[in-house]
């Protein structure tokens, strides 16, 4: 079947706000169909365990901790049933946000694969008496913005230590001073960015 639907994304990258309704226009190809097994601890959903052009009898469906739930892809649905089953296609697109006067930041929805740049990998879950799904929460940056600025003053030092050891070319001086140089005006420079946005620049050759 072909449905077509709207996966919601974060107003950036890396947030839970969804203030300004974004989307992303999607299509699911997949069964109309599918089952899937449940514990019901918790009511995570743990596996897709068939997908089907028709109802199946659901008395095949047997195991000692999940329970098996038959779902019929509808409108209400289609967007945890294409996060389960992967069976989507999506629109392309991109986050853009202007840093200074000559950075920008850029953040891709990549095309056919969006629920992993938006989506954490934590279980959807299914409450069986409503039929209704749960969404995963929304995916955060791995690293702190504490851990990034420690690690910023960290290489800073480190490179300081180069700086001044008197055994680099004039080329490889030239560069260590720019990295130190960046570094000591980074914070400054990005104050109230958001840390995952700074382009951090690649460290020289020595």
């Given at each position: 079947?072909?449905?077509?639907?709207?996966?919601?994304?974060?107003?950036?990258?890396?947030?839970?706000?969804?203030?300004?309704?974004?989307?992303?226009?999607?299509?699911?190809?997949?069964?109309?169909?599918?089952?899937?097994g449940?514990?019901?601890?918790?009511?995570?959903?743990?596996?897709?365990?068939?997908?089907?052009?028709?109802?199946?009898?659901?008395?095949?469906?047997?195991?000692?901790?999940?329970?098996?739930?038959?779902?019929?892809?509808?409108?209400?649905?289609?967007?945890?049933?294409?996060?389960?089953?992967?069976?989507?296609?999506?629109?392309?697109?991109?986050?853009?946000?202007?840093?200074?006067?000559?950075?920008?930041?850029a953040?891709?929805?990549?095309?056919?694969?969006?629920?992993?740049?938006?989506?954490?990998?934590?279980?959807?879950?299914?409450?069986?008496?409503?039929?209704?799904?749960?969404?995963?929460?929304?995916?955060?940056?791995?690293?702190?913005?504490?851990?990034?600025?420690?690690?910023?003053?960290?290489?800073?030092?480190?490179?300081?230590?180069?700086?001044?050891?008197?055994?680099?070319?004039?080329?490889?001086?030239?560069?260590?001073?720019?990295?130190?140089?960046?570094?000591?005006?980074?914070?400054t420079?990005?104050?109230?960015?958001?840390?995952?946005?700074?382009?951090?620049?690649?460290?020289?050759?020595?």
């Amino acid at each position: 079947m072909n449905m077509n639907f709207n996966i919601p994304i974060t107003d950036e990258p890396y947030t839970s706000s969804t203030s300004e309704n974004k989307t992303v226009a999607a299509e699911y190809y997949g069964a109309p169909y599918i089952v899937i097994g449940v514990d019901p601890s918790n009511s995570a959903v743990m596996s897709v365990d068939r997908e089907a052009e028709e109802a199946m009898d659901m008395s095949e469906f047997e195991d000692d901790v999940l329970e098996f739930h038959l779902i019929t892809v509808n409108e209400s649905n289609v967007l945890a049933v294409a996060k389960l089953t992967h069976q989507y296609t999506s629109e392309a697109s991109e986050y853009t946000e202007s840093l200074n006067d000559d950075e920008t930041y850029a953040y891709p929805y990549d095309a056919d694969n969006v629920f992993n740049d938006v989506y954490n990998n934590d279980h959807l879950t299914y409450d069986a008496d409503s039929g209704a799904f749960t969404m995963s929460g929304f995916l955060t940056h791995g690293v702190s913005a504490e851990d990034f600025w420690t690690s910023v003053t960290e290489r800073k030092e480190e490179f300081k230590v180069i700086q001044a050891n008197g055994t680099l070319n004039e080329d490889q001086q030239a560069a260590v001073d720019a990295y130190v140089d960046w570094m000591e005006n980074a914070p400054t420079k990005y104050d109230g960015v958001a840390h995952w946005k700074i382009p951090f620049p690649n460290s020289p050759e020595v």
